[in-house]
């Protein structure tokens, strides 16, 4: 027999659920980080699942919940075998400039420390790699403001912080709602 559940205590606030976010876009295979600039692209797709429950999916646009809207950048399996700089994502970087003339277009930095280690599978490591995850909603956000972008396909950059001749091989790319 099973106990009932406990009813809640309308002194304490019902705790806010947290919103299940939800993948508008990914690569499909992976590619190596090379030592200049690596330019991949991705194509977004209107929210289907989650997201579109939840109400307008925009940033800066109040969904019907109260909730804001979050646009998270997940790179994932970001292997190497040696030491390499940090690398700087850039969101929709115009082809053949330089990434230090758009810094409005930086959605964040890479931390690779770790990067051999974690690669390895040695010393209780699942050689899986690196993990990250960028919150990305001001310059997603800025690129729908001011037009700079169709919103049907993502190009991301990613650029080392320091000159390298090593390979950074990542897993995949990846965006949220959330």
């Known amino acids: 027999m099973q106990t009932p559940p406990k009813s809640e205590d309308p002194k304490k606030p019902a705790a806010k659920a947290q919103p299940i976010p939800e993948m508008i876009g990914a690569t ?13 692209s991705l194509v977004l797709h209107a929210p289907r699942g989650p997201a579109l429950v939840r109400g307008p999916a925009l940033p800066g646009v109040a969904r019907t919940d109260g909730s804001t809207v979050r646009i998270i950048l997940r790179v994932e399996n970001i292997t190497g075998t040696e030491m390499v700089p940090d690398l700087n994502l850039y969101l929709n970087l115009p082809k053949g400039e330089p990434a230090d003339k758009h810094p409005e277009l930086l959605a964040g930095r890479l ?12 010393d209780g490591q699942t050689g899986n790699g690196l993990f990250h995850a960028l919150d990305i909603t001001a310059v997603y956000g800025r690129l729908l403001r001011d037009n700079d ?3 049907k396909s993502l190009r991301v950059s990613f650029v080392p ?3 390298n001749s090593s390979k950074v091989r990542v897993g995949r ?3 949220y709602i959330a």
């Open 149 to 151: 972008w169709d919103g």
């Open 173 to 175: 790319v990846s965006v």
């Open 111 to 122: 931390p690779l420390f770790g990067l051999a280690e974690s690669s390895s599978g040695e």
């Open 28 to 40: 499909e295979a992976p590619f190596v980080v090379e030592k200049d600039q690596t330019h991949i």
């Open 161 to 163: 912080t320091l000159p």
